[in-house]
């Protein structure tokens, strides 16, 4: 099966969050399974070719396609993954991606991911690749299907594909004025109120996405079931309620070859289930690395994270008092809104001997604070799938989550079911749920017997992407029988 793969960030070339893994890891897992990918990227300021060992095309050079009515060129670089039929493209145009970051709040950011569709559908034309699928992630690649079915239907060189849309995040749906549909050269005539254009006076990719795609989906099913509520739908629930048939919610997996415990580099001493006594040692380097005292036993709960509202930060100052009454420590790492980033840093002033605070991104420690940390905390206010809870389980970190999204998905709560439990669960989303959970798992903490259930129980989880892409080969088989 030939999948053209679509998306605007992808590991190691260019990163703010889970599309970026997930882009890198379903690719090559699809790759394994027999089908040929082709990835379609962006060359971002920040992407050096000569970084990265990208080779030019010769025969892809000095294209065009037509934006807002005027010709815009440009150049494709590649890379080809040893050993599969796995290649990335990455399209050159300085003067819509030689910016200061990967997204902009530009006037003309509308343009620049209509120029990047274009210009995947100009590549194929060139390269005479019809693809079965057009995989297709978040808004920034959401016409495509809108493309396939209006703007390029004449080309026949498309007429068999077919076209998933995977919803990584609803809340970020490209809004723009409705000159933008003009832009884009399509018609006028499916905006009207309420139309598959109209998004409460303005143009939104991803809802004409959503319209126009032959099959949705959601990083994990919980996911899929929520966006179809007001609670979560950020406005587009109705729309995707008439499109539930065609919606379904396949679990990210992880890379389990960067994320394990067994053969991580980027930890002072590996370990596994046979050898989970290396774990503590992790935990005394976590310890003297962040500057906290050893505590007499006492866990070490652990956050890495976008520290953002939708994470559920805005929990804990409440209770943040309470907190520091707790036999605990605490080890945050993360950036993200300066009133979390300056909330940790006040607690880490405070209370030295029991909070450290690391504002910045940082991978090595990441993968620290996954094998060190006794707990894992990740309160999301949602969470579409989450991946570092399945990190943490995979390291012997017990999570404590609230109940959304692939977090419910993938974290069973031992006191609701103590025969299958891997770490604690809230649903409320309040500072007290969150209180409550925390004493919970604090409370359970010295019960090493039942502790150590937990944490194998979750070392023995298959995280990995091998089932979750047969699931995504499955709906591209559905997708080429609509």
């Not at 209509?114 to 034309?125: H, K, P």
């Not at 032959?214 to 587009?236: F, K, W």
């Not at 995979?394 to 419910?408: D, I, M």
Request: charged share 25%; glycine share 8%.
């Amino acid at each position: 099966m030939k999948v053209c793969f679509a998306t605007s960030e992808c590991v190691p070339y260019a990163k703010t969050g889970g599309l970026a893994d997930v882009s890198a890891s379903l690719s090559r897992a699809l790759a394994r399974l027999g089908c040929k990918v082709k990835i379609f990227h962006p060359l971002y300021r920040s992407l050096n070719p000569k970084d990265h060992h990208l080779t030019f095309a010769e025969e892809l050079k000095n294209l065009t396609v037509f934006i807002a009515g005027k010709p815009v060129r440009f150049n494709v670089w590649y890379k080809k993954e040893p050993g599969l039929a796995l290649e990335t493209y990455f399209i050159d145009c300085p003067m819509y991606f030689a910016r200061e970051a990967i997204y902009t709040d530009d006037t003309d950011e509308d343009e620049r991911f209509i120029f990047f569709q274009d210009a995947i559908i100009r590549v194929l034309q060139q390269l005479v690749w019809t693809p079965d699928i057009m995989h297709c992630n978040d808004w920034q690649t959401a016409l495509l299907p809108v493309y396939l079915k209006l703007k390029y239907s004449w080309d026949r060189l498309f007429a068999s594909t077919r076209s998933l849309l995977t919803l990584h995040n609803l809340e970020y749906q490209g809004k723009f004025s409705p000159q933008t549909i003009g832009k884009a050269g399509l018609p006028m005539e499916h905006y009207y109120p309420t139309g598959p254009f109209e998004f409460y006076g303005s143009f939104s990719f991803l809802k004409a996405g959503i319209l126009f795609a032959d099959l949705l989906n959601t990083v994990s099913e919980t996911y899929a079931r929520e966006i179809q509520t007001p609670e979560y739908g950020a406005g587009l629930d109705g729309v995707l309620r008439t499109r539930k048939d065609d919606l379904y919610g396949i679990l990210n997996g992880i890379d389990t070859v960067a994320w394990n415990p067994r053969s991580d580099t980027l930890i002072p001493y590996r370990y596994g289930i046979k050898t989970l006594k290396f774990k503590a040692q992790n935990t005394a380097s976590l310890r003297a690395r962040a500057g906290l005292p050893g505590d007499g036993g006492a866990p070490l709960i652990g956050i890495v994270a976008r520290l953002v509202h939708q994470k559920g930060f805005d929990l804990l100052p409440p209770i943040w008092s309470q907190l520091m009454e707790l036999p605990a420590q605490w080890v945050v790492l993360g950036t993200g809104d300066r009133e979390f980033e300056d909330f940790f840093r006040r607690a880490a002033r405070r209370h030295p001997q029991k909070v450290a605070a690391i504002i910045e991104f940082n991978n090595e420690l990441a993968h620290l604070i996954t094998a060190g940390s006794d707990l894992f905390l990740m309160p999301s206010k949602y969470e579409p799938c989450g991946l570092n809870q399945m990190y943490s389980l995979n390291y012997g970190t017990v999570p404590v989550v609230r109940k959304t999204g692939g977090l419910a998905d993938t974290v069973i709560d031992i006191d609701e079911n103590p025969a299958k439990g891997n770490g604690f669960v809230f649903g409320d989303y309040s500072p007290a749920a969150l209180m409550f959970t925390l004493r919970r798992a604090l409370d359970r903490f010295p019960d090493k017997a039942l502790w150590r259930k937990m944490m194998l129980r979750g070392m023995r989880a298959d995280f990995s992407w091998k089932r979750s892409a047969q699931q995504y080969l499955e709906l591209y088989q559905k997708a080429l029988a609509k």
